[in-house]
């Protein structure tokens, strides 16, 4: 088969990876700078290019989308779905997940446990809102963070108020959640691949952190989840739609609670953590299913 990998940089350890695994299985793996293509959109017949290259025979696609390019790499995605080529992840199962608060509803939507979460657009709503959540200590979020930036622990009211204002005084999109006290600066990440978790880790934050995640010094190491964790882990990248998915949540004294679902999760540290061949499980999914016919995208 030839398949196609939607990565910015060649050179990263989940594109090298899953580059590897396509080649060793005898398949053709092809790099492409999303940013760098242009399409040709049109109801005959539409095409996309790349570096003056028309990109015409793919079995499949690997998006490994940046979350700066959401919506560009989304829009090349598309294109390469309205010329039937498999993707492991579709566009709009992409694009719901990287909007925080609306893949929040729709796991709130499907019964799927997470932390109560609370959402305003103006300064006057800040108390109400905090008590909504169960009061300080609580995180707040901004809704275009990733790995662990703009994520803020106000461990008292007084702080929780002031970092609030402050975020609201920006403009800026925020969430506050209540804090889990009990997860103890752990999560674990689930990764799902069709409808199994194949691999899990815990991640522990560093010494006097709070943010788990392994680019803000956190550590990884295996375990073993439990059934409800399994189903809670499936059920969260079923409601976004996606195939593959990096499910990250939280023990708590009520059980697993969400806290994200990745859409292009990192290879590295759960293959370091488990030693299971992570990308090698990617392209045999994609060996099972990529015949399949893709014709039924839902609508947005």
Same mark, same amino acid.
């Given at each position: 088969?030839k398949?196609?990998?939607?990565?910015?940089?060649?050179?990263?350890?989940?594109?090298?990876?899953?580059r590897?695994?396509?080649?060793?299985?005898?398949?053709?793996?092809?790099?492409?700078?999303?940013?760098?293509?242009y399409?040709?959109?049109?109801?005959?017949?539409?095409?996309?290019?790349?570096?003056g290259?028309?990109?015409?025979g793919f079995?499949?696609?690997?998006?490994?989308?940046?979350?700066?390019?959401?919506?560009?790499?989304?829009?090349?995605?598309?294109?390469?779905?309205?010329?039937?080529?498999?993707?492991?992840?579709?566009?709009?199962a992409?694009?719901?997940?990287?909007?925080k608060?609306r893949?929040?509803q729709?796991l709130?939507?499907?019964?799927?446990?997470m932390?109560?979460?609370?959402?305003?657009?103006?300064?006057?709503?800040?108390?109400?809102?905090?008590?909504?959540?169960?009061?300080?200590?609580?995180?707040?979020?901004?809704?275009?963070?990733?790995?662990?930036?703009?994520?803020?622990?106000?461990?008292?009211?007084?702080?929780?108020?002031?970092? #609030? $204002? *402050?975020?609201? @005084?920006?403009?800026?999109?925020? &969430?506050?959640?209540?804090? %889990? /006290?009990?997860?103890?600066g752990?999560?674990?990440?689930?990764?799902?691949?069709?409808?199994?978790?194949?691999?899990?880790?815990?991640?522990?934050?560093?010494?006097?952190?709070?943010?788990?995640?392994?680019?803000?010094?956190?550590?990884?190491?295996?375990?073993?989840?439990?059934?409800?964790?399994?189903k809670?882990?499936?059920?969260?990248?079923?409601?976004?739609?996606?195939?593959?998915?990096?499910?990250?949540?939280?023990?708590?004294?009520?059980?697993?609670?969400?806290?994200?679902?990745?859409?292009?999760?990192?290879l590295?540290g #759960? $293959? *370091?953590?488990? @030693?299971?061949?992570?990308?090698? &499980?990617i392209?045999?999914y %994609? /060996?099972?299913?990529?015949?399949?016919?893709?014709?039924?995208?839902?609508?947005?």
């Amino acid at each position: 088969m030839k398949i196609g990998i939607l990565s910015q940089d060649a050179n990263l350890y989940s594109t090298r990876r899953l580059r590897e695994a396509c080649q060793q299985r005898g398949h053709e793996a092809v790099i492409i700078n999303a940013l760098r293509c242009y399409m040709n959109i049109n109801s005959v017949q539409p095409s996309i290019h790349f570096e003056g290259t028309d990109l015409i025979g793919f079995d499949a696609i690997i998006p490994r989308i940046g979350s700066d390019i959401t919506f560009y790499g989304c829009a090349v995605l598309r294109q390469f779905e309205m010329m039937d080529v498999f993707s492991v992840n579709q566009s709009i199962a992409i694009s719901r997940s990287r909007d925080k608060l609306r893949s929040l509803q729709l796991l709130s939507r499907q019964g799927v446990g997470m932390p109560i979460t609370g959402f305003a657009s103006k300064p006057d709503d800040v108390l109400d809102l905090i008590k909504m959540v169960g009061g300080a200590p609580l995180v707040i979020k901004l809704l275009e963070g990733t790995q662990g930036i703009g994520v803020v622990l106000a461990e008292t009211q007084k702080a929780a108020e002031s970092v #609030i $204002e *402050a975020f609201m @005084g920006l403009k800026a999109h925020i &969430m506050v959640q209540e804090y %889990i /006290e009990e997860a103890g600066g752990a999560d674990i990440r689930c990764f799902v691949i069709g409808d199994k978790v194949i691999a899990s880790m815990k991640r522990q934050a560093a010494e006097g952190e709070f943010r788990s995640n392994l680019h803000r010094g956190g550590s990884a190491s295996l375990v073993r989840i439990t059934p409800e964790e399994r189903k809670t882990a499936i059920a969260a990248a079923k409601a976004m739609g996606l195939s593959v998915a990096g499910v990250d949540l939280l023990r708590s004294k009520r059980g697993p609670l969400i806290m994200e679902v990745n859409s292009s999760p990192g290879l590295e540290g #759960i $293959e *370091a953590a488990t @030693g299971k061949d992570i990308a090698g &499980m990617i392209i045999d999914y %994609i /060996e099972k299913n990529a015949g399949k016919s893709r014709r039924h995208l839902q609508n947005q």
